[in-house]
């Protein structure tokens, strides 16, 4: 992306995510999720670091939250209220460790409590709730407010004084003292009795409790509220405190602002604790960033997530010790020296690059989004269906728009929202072909107008058999990718040729039915194995009629393809091909005039030469027919026929081996054969050689003549 076009896109980010930060926390209502606005979020925070020089101070990253209720007093804090710059995966936290240690221009140290080195981050359970502030004079609590735009917030005492969790004062010295010696804390090192008194934490309110809410608004005929968070804010916004007392909420406190000797911010934690705030029990030291990912698994199964009474969307990784905490200080909105690794969204944002239509089996034209991957619900996905021309009528959408893609469970990803304020102007209309992408057949609609098909029967399942071909054993050899999983990648339009099956990201396959993550990755990664294949293997998959395994073999070992070290391109290939004529092409051994027509015509077709550019782009490597040598030229003259099979390779690999050896591998039996290569269970091929006269050796004697 050129500057220009990332100053553009961080415009319209800008006006976007205010417009919803506006909606969000002035006016308490939400226009799309928090999934989704997070995604925007990272995405105009990572063009920011890109491109610093863009950054603006009327930037969302340059702020923490709209500004506050007219109705509320306003209260200025004594210190700036953050809040933290996401990250999605081991990736973004590496990143985040590697721009703090360059930043502090040293490796990160571990505090000394005690004369025992504290651990290097402590890790909390990131509660969906509403930031808040506690103020406390000679232990009593005198002052609560929000967050607000990070330097003044709210005055929402009252309101906080309803709430059981949060203590209306602190315990005394002596059992404080008492409390951090079971802990394992010297009393001594701390102020037990300060003055004034700052801490911070969160408000929110239980599943069990917005259950309750919910019930009584469907009793009462009010509607439903959408999520626990937004009850949160919204109890504690309200004027009148019975209205907060009602809702039962609840408060973790998490951070002391106040200096009373601590060192690390476990210390604060243990500290809150022996004072009598209420603490995450969750919350833990992490040694190393190893341990963060391992606490940030833990905390993110399903199950476990299922079971904790609270909504939490990821975990906050902090610096351990204060004085590196602060050493640090803030970029933006966010301290340096902290960030909240958050769980995947079930709602994210990205771009529609393009969209293409897949024909199904029962020739079914589907519309396919092929979207910039993007990260839902812990997998990268880069399709979704669109169903048909009405669903993209109705989105709105056209191709280079950006949209909220959603994955809830394992369903499948889909589109559900266009967001066109972020439009450039370059955007283009999608219409549906009047003709069949895969054979030119003109397209007709159903009865009732949704479906449109091809008007080919042929069209739909020579377009499946093809593929099928091309991941077979003699082709790619791509285990595992039978025709019902092909066909299945056809019908939800994962693929429309074979160029993308090596676009496949695990996210498309575990997002379908009777997919897990396990059996996505399986095929992911087989897949990603077969992008070497050899010249003969590439040709023959390319399915052009009348060219099997042995003419295959043929055109790789009597055409002169460039090759550097010992791989060719594919444009090589298709420039090479495309360049002979017929009668070039009959030159070759056993190459008639009906399969030259065959290959002639194919390396003219656009549509070929365009499946020919897209293999190369998805990175499939061909391996170049290796020169003759004294070693290459061993069965030279030799023909093999292979039945039964082999216990120390595959039939394809013995051909291979043969072939690299100057032999040539046939499929059928003829007098001209040298040997029938038996292995167990033969078929009727040793019958025919044992009538011709061919001579039949065993797999042990075939080992011998290839070495």
């Not at 961080?10 to 002035?26: A, C, F, M, S, T």
């Not at 709209?66 to 209220?81: I, T």
């Not at 809830?408 to 066109?420: E, K």
């Not at 990603?528 to 395994?549: D, N």
Request: include cysteine.
């Amino acid at each position: 992306m050129t500057k220009d076009q990332a100053k553009t896109r961080i415009e319209k980010l800008k006006k976007e995510i205010n417009n919803y930060r506006y909606e969000y926390h002035v006016l308490d209502r939400s226009e799309i999720s928090d999934a989704a606005l997070d995604s925007l979020k990272k995405e105009l925070f990572d063009l920011e670091a890109e491109f610093p020089e863009l950054v603006t101070p009327d930037s969302p990253t340059q702020r923490v939250a709209g500004a506050p209720l007219k109705e509320f007093k306003k209260v200025r804090h004594g210190e700036r209220m953050t809040s933290f710059n996401d990250a999605f995966s081991e990736e973004d936290m590496r990143d985040w460790f590697a721009r703090l240690t360059n930043y502090l221009g040293r490796p990160l140290r571990a505090a000394t409590v005690h004369r025992v080195p504290a651990p290097l981050f402590y890790c909390e359970l990131k509660i969906d709730g509403l930031a808040i502030e506690l103020e406390y004079e000679h232990g009593i609590f005198t002052r609560g407010s929000t967050r607000g735009d990070g330097l003044i917030g709210e005055d929402v005492t009252q309101n906080l004084r309803t709430i059981e969790a949060i203590p209306l004062h602190i315990l005394p010295p002596e059992d404080v003292e008492k409390n951090l010696k079971k802990m394992g804390l010297r009393a001594g090192d701390y102020d037990l009795a300060p003055k004034s008194l700052v801490v911070r934490g969160e408000v929110f309110l239980t599943k069990k409790e917005f259950a309750r809410i919910n019930r009584e608004q469907e009793r009462t005929g009010g509607k439903a509220y959408a999520n626990p968070r937004n009850v949160a804010a919204g109890s504690i916004r309200q004027l009148d405190p019975r209205v907060t007392a009602g809702r039962r909420l609840d408060s973790f406190q998490y951070d002391i602002v106040t200096d009373l000797g601590q060192k690390t911010h476990e210390e604060e934690h243990q500290l809150l604790a022996a004072m009598g705030f209420k603490t995450n029990p969750h919350n833990a030291p992490a040694r190393s960033m190893d341990e963060v990912f391992a606490f940030r698994e833990k905390w993110g199964e399903p199950a476990r997530r299922e079971k904790i009474d609270y909504e939490y969307d990821g975990t906050v990784v902090l610096v351990n010790d204060n004085a590196t905490f602060a050493a640090a200080g803030i970029i933006g909105k966010a301290p340096r020296a902290g960030i909240a690794y958050k769980f995947s969204p079930r709602e994210a944002t990205t771009v529609v690059e393009d969209i293409k239509v897949q024909v199904g089996r029962t020739g079914a034209l589907t519309p396919v989004a092929v979207m910039r991957p993007v990260n839902v619900g812990g997998v990268t996905v880069t399709h979704a269906s669109l169903h048909n021309a009405d669903e993209i009528e109705r989105l709105g959408l056209k191709i280079g728009d950006t949209v909220i893609i959603q994955r809830a469970g394992d369903v499948i990803p889909q589109i559900t929202r266009v967001l066109p304020n972020l439009r450039t102007g370059r955007e283009r209309a999608f219409k549906m072909p009047a003709r069949c992408p895969v054979d030119g057949s003109p397209v007709v609609r159903d009865g009732d107008g949704v479906i449109a098909r091809c008007s080919s029967r042929t069209c739909a399942a020579q377009h499946r058999e093809a593929l099928y071909h091309f991941v077979s054993r003699a082709a790619f050899n791509i285990e595992g990718l039978g025709p019902k999983i092909i066909d299945k990648f056809l019908d939800e339009g994962l693929i429309s040729d074979a160029a993308d099956i090596f676009e496949l990201q695990k996210g498309d396959i575990a997002a379908l039915e009777r997919f897990g993550e396990r059996s996505a990755e399986n095929i992911v990664t087989e897949i990603s194995q077969k992008k070497h294949v050899t010249l003969p293997r590439f040709l023959y998959a390319l399915g052009i009629l009348h060219v099997g395994e042995e003419t295959a073999v043929t055109l790789a070992k009597n055409f002169n393809l460039p090759h550097a070290d010992s791989w060719i391109k594919i444009k090589d290939i298709a420039r090479v091909f495309a360049g002979l004529s017929l009668e070039d092409l009959q030159k070759a051994p056993d190459i008639g005039p009906k399969v030259a027509q065959s290959i002639y015509d194919w390396f003219r077709e656009q549509r070929d030469m365009e499946l020919l550019a897209r293999l190369e782009k998805a990175g499939i490597v061909v391996e170049a027919m290796p020169a003759r040598s004294a070693a290459s030229s061993a069965l030279a003259g030799k023909t093999f026929v292979i039945t039964g099979s082999l216990e120390s390779m595959s039939r394809e690999e013995a051909k291979e081996k043969i072939r690299a050896r100057g032999g040539d591998a046939s499929e059928s039996v003829s007098k001209k054969t040298s040997y029938l290569v038996a292995g167990s269970e033969p078929g009727s091929k040793f019958d025919k050689a044992q009538r011709l006269g061919v001579e039949i050796i065993d797999e042990k004697e075939f080992l011998k003549l290839l070495h």
